[in-house]
């Protein structure tokens, strides 16, 4: 029996939590599925997964399996369509991890378009402001805003985004438009850090063309940029963010823009992946549309 099919079959029944539903995505009778499996614990010698009358889940051995499983089959896909230059005919398994706001403003809206080229690709997408481990967490690429400090991944450069200095009309109304540093002082900032605990930068600006930063008061300290933008227009104070991000609220009005004299330095939109000798042809094309897709937000 082919083991590769063994293993596919696993996949999808983990994936699925259902043998029945496995069976019906597989083209395969539900016998057979039960059998493939069984099959597979008899080589292994230990039980993959638990069968309960509701549902099927995997043993901890059975979760070991499946991510080494993954992994294998996606290979075994790439080796299978490596002479095969035909992007139309893109297959296996690609793992992206994005930030949360151009996850869901700017990529996930055009992704349909891309995968109704490449229909035979299959995308596991995690979306967080984390500094996910890109080699550790199996991931294939990393979309990143700032800068990447990280020597062991190769960083491929997209763009960069301005930066804007933004409060709520209510924030305003309350404390007042600031019209220079010195009026800071009396106003608050909401503060980003990337692991709560951590200390916030505070304002900061360029002047001169050097990167200063000013301390400022603030009662809210957010770890991710859906959090920091809800603060903003809630009305807890001014902050600073790349104004492809926050364009939509200034043309409503929801937020008022201020000091733009004084704006933090750009922020680079990268690319990482990890030092190979190769990388699959799914990979490259998948970074390409995604590097187009974020310069036009530029």
């Known amino acids: 029996m082919n083991k590769l099919e063994l293993l596919r079959t696993f996949v999808r029944v983990s994936e699925m939590s259902s043998f029945t539903l496995a069976g019906e995505s597989l083209g395969l009778p539900r016998s057979t599925v039960s059998e493939h499996v ?45 002479f095969r230059q035909d992007e139309a005919s893109l297959v296996g398994r690609i793992r992206i991890d994005l930030p949360n706001i151009l996850a869901r403003r700017v990529v996930m809206p055009r992704l349909p378009a891309f995968m109704a080229q490449h229909p035979l690709l299959e995308l596991e997408i995690s979306s967080t402001d984390r500094r996910v481990d890109l080699l550790a967490e199996g991931f294939d690429c990393v979309l990143r805003i700032g800068a990447q400090p990280d020597q062991s991944v190769v960083a491929r450069h997209l763009c960069d985004f301005t930066m804007v200095n933004c409060a709520s009309p209510a924030y305003l109304q309350r404390y007042g438009v600031p019209g220079r540093l010195d009026d800071l002082a009396q106003h608050r900032l909401v503060h980003y850090v990337g692991v709560l605990g951590g200390r916030s930068e505070g304002f900061v600006y360029v002047d001169k063309g050097q990167v200063q930063r000013l301390p400022m008061a603030g009662s809210v300290t957010v770890n ?21 991000g926050m364009q939509q609220y200034l043309q409503s009005g929801e937020l008022i823009e201020v000091l733009p004299a004084f704006n933090a330095p750009s922020m680079e939109a990268s690319l990482l992946y990890a030092r190979q000798r190769h990388l699959p042809l799914r990979v490259r094309v998948f970074m390409d549309w995604l590097g187009e897709v974020i310069r036009s937000e530029v």
Request: proline share 2%; net charge negative; charged share 25%.
């Open 224 to 244: 991710s940029t859906d959090a920091y933008e809800a603060a903003c227009l809630g009305g807890f104070g001014l902050i600073q963010a790349p104004r492809m």
């Open 38 to 82: 069984q099959a597979l614990e008899a080589l292994l010698g230990t039980r993959l997964l638990q069968r309960t009358t509701r549902k099927v889940q995997a043993t901890q051995d059975g979760l070991v399996l499946y991510e080494r499983s993954k992994d294998l089959l996606s290979h075994m896909d790439e080796i299978e369509g490596l």
